[in-house]
Each structure stands twice: as structure tokens, then as C-alpha cells.
């Protein structure tokens, strides 16, 4: 099953400032989702990408997809201090059924 | 009201003990999954249910088992606990739809002792 590679594995910024992190996979997709964990809780879906398209907004969040480059990035606008959470993404296609499997995460930290 | 609930938030066990993790979800979802999450090393699969008495292993199955005799609910079973699965263990739901998001429980933190 195919698994996405987030990076950085950590990021540190100021309040108000953008935050960007990347993930990278190996084989085709048809669609990606993001998904964020707050310390010690499950994980919350934030926005799934399909394979046709290219951009996703979605209030202060914004999606990229590349498949040429296998890579997404999720830019977060104006970060706040309750961003502060672990961000992970789940690259999906059809041959691998229903699962979907995650990487280690980017660990963002919004400083006041 | 889309729920994902794990019986515990916290559990303790000791080595050895057979141990159940309970998760019940309330949207009618075909697939349920367990992951364990350790610093380092992400969220790994253990099992994945496409739907009752079906199962699939995930990356890292040995030293559990699964059940699912319910649609509703999917149970985690340590055949006899060890140290090295001192864990937090998550659940997961979703339907069947190539577009579907995943929804988790809260997440059960288990030390075995």
C-alpha cells in the first residue's frame, strides 16, 4: 500500500506567519487527503484532493497536487496558535481497497 | 452523530494479559481500521475491516487479531500483552466511496507493564 512522505518532519513559526508542508509518494494516486492531529487525539480530515485536480482551497487552508512530481503541499494562511497540531497526508488509489495508510507527520508549532 | 467512540481513553496491563480495544462507530461505515502510533514512527496499520468477518492484515499484525461480528463494531485483541505494545492505539472508520474521509476515535493510550 502506498504511504506519503510528509516534510519537514518539523516546523516551528510565529503567529500570522504561512506554514507550508510538503508530501511526496511513489506510485499513481487518485486522490490525497490531509488530515490533522492535535496532541494526544485522533486524527481530524481537513480536505481530500482528487487525482484531476490541482488546487483546493478551503477557509485558510490551500491544497496542492502535482502528480507529475508525485508531491502535495498544504499551506496553512496566517497561522494561529491553534494550529499547533501534527499534519498528515494519505495518498489513496483504487488498488489498494479501502485503506489508507499514513507517514510520520509534520509537526507544526505556532508561537504566539 | 458521527461518532467514532473507543471504549478507553487510558488502559493499564500487565504482561501477558489478553487485552480488547473496543471501537464502535455510528455512521454505517463498511471499512473500520486500527493504527498504533508511536514517536518516530507515525501511524501504522495493524488491521483493516472491508466488512463483517472481513479483514485484512496492515503493516504490522503480528502479536494482535481482530474481530468484527458487528457492522457497528471493530475489537482489537492482544493474545498476551508485552511491553512493546505500550501504545497509543487508534480507530478509524470510513465508507466504502472512493472519496471518502476517515473518521477517528479518540484514541486509546495502553501501557503494558
Known amino acids: 500500500s502506498q504511504q506519503g512522505e510528509e516534510d519537514p518532519q518539523a516546523l516551528s513559526i510565529q503567529e500570522g506567519e504561512n506554514a507550508t508542508m510538503n508530501c511526496s509518494y511513489k506510485t499513481s494516486i487518485n486522490n490525497l487527503q490531509w488530515y490533522r492531529q492535535n496532541s494526544g487525539r485522533g486524527l481530524v480530515h481537513l480536505i481530500l484532493i482528487r487525482s484531476n485536480e490541482r488546487e483546493k482551497h478551503s477557509g485558510r487552508l490551500r491544497v496542492t497536487l502535482d502528480t507529475s512530481k508525485k508531491s502535495s503541499s498544504l499551506l496553512i494562511t496566517a497561522s494561529r496558535a491553534a494550529d499547533t497540531a501534527s499534519y498528515f497526508c494519505a495518498p489513496w488509489s483504487y488498488n489498494q481497497g479501502g485503506k489508507l495508510i499514513f507517514g510520520q507527520g509534520t509537526e507544526l508549532s505556532v508561537k504566539p | 452523530d458521527m461518532k467514532v467512540t473507543q471504549s478507553s481513553r487510558y488502559l493499564v496491563k500487565r504482561t501477558g494479559e489478553k487485552v480488547f480495544l473496543e471501537c464502535v462507530q455510528d455512521?454505517?461505515?463498511?471499512?473500520m481500521f486500527w493504527y498504533r502510533q508511536d514517536p518516530g514512527l507515525g501511524l501504522r496499520l495493524i488491521y483493516f475491516s472491508y466488512d463483517v468477518k472481513m479483514k485484512e492484515k496492515g503493516d504490522i499484525p503480528e502479536g494482535y487479531s481482530v474481530s468484527r461480528e458487528k457492522k457497528e463494531r471493530f475489537s482489537l485483541i492482544l493474545e498476551s500483552a508485552s511491553t512493546n505494545q505500550t501504545s497509543m492505539y487508534l480507530c478509524?472508520?470510513?465508507?466504502?466511496?472512493?472519496?471518502?474521509?476517515?473518521?477517528f476515535g479518540q484514541g486509546t493510550r495502553l501501557t503494558v507493564v
Open positions: 478509524a472508520s470510513s465508507s466504502q466511496g472512493s472519496y471518502a474521509e476517515a473518521f
Open positions: 455512521m454505517d461505515h463498511e471499512n
